[in-house]
């Protein structure tokens, strides 16, 4: 119906919904945006090294066989390469364009996921459960710059964290709607669980154990098995598991780590991290809002056809124990191969999943609890928070003020006038790298230094990483940093 024609009362709620939507929408674009500033680091160059001397599939082979069996992120990493190739712009420009169609992506991916999960929810209802889901990640990310401006630690771990939260979705909506999966949709899973089974080390059983699940479920529920779909889903990521864990690079790359292989400590250590990162998880004000919004919504949204059955209960505990689960054995993993804690941007990857299992479950036990909810509320003093303007007007100020009190924005506040400085500064270098005929270059350090958008520099030693792939990409004997004692 066109706005002009609706009711007054629903012409207000819809235009609260729009409103409330702009200020998570404004925080991330705003985010976004900051990847126009982003620039190569010591990884990227590496990467860029490999693929102009020897393209796409002779990198991944050399890498595959040398250091890392993650071949999805080991391709996606060389793109901007192949863009500055192809188009003859610099590679800093193509960095950042491969980082901005990243974070389409990403939140294509989180739009496309909770649209499948509020299958009755209207468009502006969905789009705001989107805008918080995408910028409450990205405010409580552990590492913000790994997630959004770094491509070699985002490739590892944001597609299969997306591809993971869209293959549980799928899973959940076909259980609570008593469905069964099509040959398309079963395809298209077993593609992207492929897909994301290759991109690092533990996604692959992570999925493997949502497609059991999604098993036992139904066959706890009474529900059709198809034993053939979940087995053609699962088949697909073993294989993608295998091709990662089956690298000659991987056992390479442990033995330079003496403290890896521990198997109880790592179960003891991977415990006790992984209970920091909750804390840290629910520390977040923006985590509990939208918490908040995933419940409001299913609370208001229009009834389903049939009556929800209590099965929605189990369904809600089952997911919670699963992403808990996948989230305890990625930080287990990640002590027992190299014996440190999990890196942050794995931390990211955990965090998207518990985020969106943890929606779905808010949803699910309140649409159980729906017709209870709505009696208590209707006899409260708190009936009027659920109104049509009143609950978006609500929810928009809560994650405004969560956004706002957020790690993120912290983080801004406090780097913000060094970003742009940063930006000039990556520039000047590439220019001096590109322009200067000396095979024997001298580079000044960043002054500027926010670890929003950089973690390393250039060193003294020119033989050492990252010196040495920044040499070879610009066609230079060696390069290091002027102002560093040699």
């Known amino acids: 119906m066109p706005l002009a024609t609706r009711p007054l009362a629903g012409r207000r709620a819809s235009l609260a919904w729009a409103l409330g939507s702009f200020f998570p929408a404004a925080f991330l674009f705003g985010l976004f945006a900051l990847i126009l500033l982003s ?134 909506r076909a259980l609570d709607t008593d469905t069964e999966f099509s040959w398309p949709l079963t395809i298209g899973v077993a593609l992207g669980g492929l897909v994301a089974a290759m ?86 004000p923006a985590t509990l809002v939208s918490l908040i919004a995933a419940g409001a919504i299913a609370l208001v949204e229009p ?28 930080y287990f993993a990640h002590q027992y191969a190299t014996g440190f804690r999990l890196v942050e941007r794995a931390q990211n990857q955990a965090l998207i999943l518990l985020l969106f299992g943890l929606m779905l479950s808010v949803r699910l036990l309140v649409q159980a609890y729906r017709p209870q909810l709505r009696e208590r509320i209707s006899v409260s003093g708190y009936r009027g928070l659920l109104g049509p303007v009143t609950l978006p007007t609500g929810l928009a100020l809560l994650m405004i003020a969560s956004l706002g009190l957020g790690s993120t924005a912290a983080l801004l506040r406090k780097q913000w006038q060094d970003l742009y400085p940063y930006w000039q500064e990556s520039n000047a270098r590439h220019v001096l790298l590109t322009t200067s005929t000396e095979q024997v270059v001298a580079v000044p350090r960043h002054r500027w230094t926010p670890s929003l958008l950089m973690s390393s520099d250039v060193t003294a030693d020119a033989d050492r990483l990252p010196n040495d792939c920044i040499a070879r990409y610009y066609h230079k004997s060696a390069i290091y940093a002027s102002d560093a004692p040699r």
């Open 199 to 284: 991109c690092n080390e533990f996604t692959g059983l992570w999925l493997l154990l949502i497609v059991a699940a999604s098993l036992l479920a139904r066959h706890l529920f009474g529900q059709r098995r198809q034993i053939t779909h979940h087995s053609l889903i699962a088949v697909a990521i073993a294989v993608g598991f295998v091709v990662v864990v089956s690298a000659s690079g991987n056992s390479t790359r442990m033995e330079q780590l003496p403290n890896a292989g521990h198997f109880l400590p790592s179960l003891f250590n991977g415990f006790r991290d992984s209970l920091i990162g909750l804390v840290r998880f629910f520390r977040e």
């Open 303 to 330: 009834e389903p056809a049939k009556p929800a059955s209590s099965k929605g209960k189990m369904l809600a505990l089952g997911i919670i124990a699963t992403c808990m689960a996948c989230c305890y054995f990625e």
């Open 39 to 172: 620039a190569p680091e010591h990884d990227d160059f590496c990467f860029a090294d490999q693929y102009a001397r020897h393209g796409f599939i002779q990198t991944i082979s050399i890498i595959y066989h040398s250091l890392s069996g993650r071949v999805v992120a080991l391709f996606l990493s060389q793109i901007p390469t192949a863009i500055s190739k192809a188009t003859n712009v610099s590679l800093l420009s193509a960095y950042s364009l491969t980082l901005m169609a990243c974070a389409g992506l990403f939140l294509f991916g989180s739009a496309v996921a909770t649209i499948r999960a509020w299958p009755r929810a209207g468009v502006l209802q969905v789009t705001f459960l989107t805008l918080a889901f995408a910028s409450t990640v990205v405010s409580a990310a552990p590492s913000l710059r790994e997630l959004l401006y770094w491509l070699a630690g985002l490739t590892c771990y944001v597609p299969p964290a997306l591809l993971t939260i869209l293959i549980l979705g799928e899973c959940t």
